[in-house]
């Protein structure tokens, strides 16, 4: 992601407490405020800025407040066999649902090899890669999906059916870093023209498009059309076949029902949060894959193949100009590495957002320099 030149950098940990403490003064428990927080601090780490502290106050804050998501997070179990489970969330905090259901996966896994878990009536679980290095760093490989409020047309359509849909996989290594590949099953996502938005600059041509099939490249003006409906995310590969856009489709529908049908929940047009013209809550539905890898083969071998495999492709031969070749997981980790001393980058649409929900709710202990 590129930066803002007027960004202002603020510390991991003063950026976590601080989106701590915001999360706490609206109610939320410490231990879950702190799970929160964790969750937005990771994108912000590994440069996923369209799903850290930018999120902060329009999808967290703002619906607290409205009454369409709850501070409380209320996790019930529904069904329940020795390798899956299926949850209902209550509309309460989407990263504590989701940590709580991985971390159910996980402990499956631990016994049987396999878990599983489900969940319907959830939230904005925040980055989903953070859901799925909890497994890698079990020594798993983690899965995770969600469906999202509609934003995406079907192959030769242009109305806004499907979420973004991401389909995460995190894998160990013995390299210093996991594989980790946390991408939207379209071509772009909400939170990125959000940060598009905020940053006052031109979207690439083929991210969306009007009901005429038309290029849209005017990022506020999306953010207004993709609600109203008057515009529609393409899926990963783009508009048409030509470029092979029926395989995100594809992809972004598998999520679609693995996240609403095994758990019996909300999907395509049910999740617009919006009901005869009222806010109501999301119904987002997710699910959790934890494979204990010790259930097939030694972990040591597991991690030097998988690595391995990871170095011959970045040693492979290059197209004349390029650089480098990344694997996924890798300009993460490097972001990470170049962030470690600096801190978030924060532009100044978020810098005001900060400041606001500071004031209102009297954390005058944080100052941040702008």
């Not at 489970?85 to 509309?91: K, L, P, Q, T």
């Not at 041509?205 to 009007?210: A, L, M, N």
Request: charged share 25%.
């Amino acid at each position: 992601m590129e930066i803002d030149k007027d960004a202002v950098w603020v510390k991991f940990a003063v950026m976590q407490k601080f989106m701590s403490d915001v999360f706490r003064g609206l109610g939320v428990p410490p231990a879950d405020a702190a799970v929160c927080a964790e969750v937005l601090i990771t994108a912000d780490k590994l440069g996923f800025d369209s799903h850290g502290v930018s999120r902060l106050k329009p999808i967290y804050y703002d619906r607290i407040k409205q009454g369409i998501q709850f501070a409380r997070t209320k996790f019930k179990i529904l069904r329940q066999t020795p390798t899956t489970a299926v949850i209902d969330g209550g509309h309460g905090m989407g990263q504590v649902i989701a940590r709580r259901a991985m971390e159910l996966a996980i402990k499956k896994a631990k016994r049987y090899g396999l878990g599983m878990t489900v969940v319907r009536n959830s939230t904005h679980y925040g980055m989903a890669g953070a859901h799925a290095l909890l497994a890698s760093r079990a020594g798993m490989i983690g899965v995770t999906g969600t469906n999202a409020r509609p934003s995406v047309a079907p192959t030769f359509g242009v109305e806004n059916m499907l979420g973004t849909n991401p389909l995460t996989f995190a894998i160990p290594t013995d390299e210093k870093f996991p594989f980790l590949l946390d991408c939207a099953t379209s071509t772009t996502q909400r939170g990125k023209i959000e940060v598009y938005a905020k940053l006052g600059r031109k979207m690439p041509e083929g991210w969306v498009i009007d009901r005429n099939g038309r290029s849209k490249t005017d990022p506020s003006e999306v953010l207004v059309d993709l609600t109203s409906g008057a515009a529609a995310l393409t899926p990963l590969g783009g508009a048409g076949e030509d470029m092979a856009g029926y395989k995100g489709y594809g992809y972004c529908t598998v999520v679609e029902i693995l996240s609403a049908a095994l758990q019996q929940g909300a999907f395509l047009n049910m999740l617009t949060g919006s009901e005869n013209g009222k806010k109501v809550p999301y119904r987002l539905g997710h699910f959790f894959l934890a494979i204990d890898i010790k259930a097939f083969t030694r972990l040591a071998s597991f991690k030097k193949t998988a690595g391995t495999i990871l170095r011959q492709l970045r040693s492979s031969r290059k197209m004349p100009g390029a650089r480098r070749i990344y694997t996924a997981g890798e300009k993460e980790y490097l972001t990470w590495l170049a962030r470690e001393k600096r801190g978030v980058p924060v532009n100044r649409e978020t810098q005001r957002e900060m400041i606001a929900m500071r004031d209102e709710l009297g954390l005058t202990q944080y100052k941040f320099g702008f």
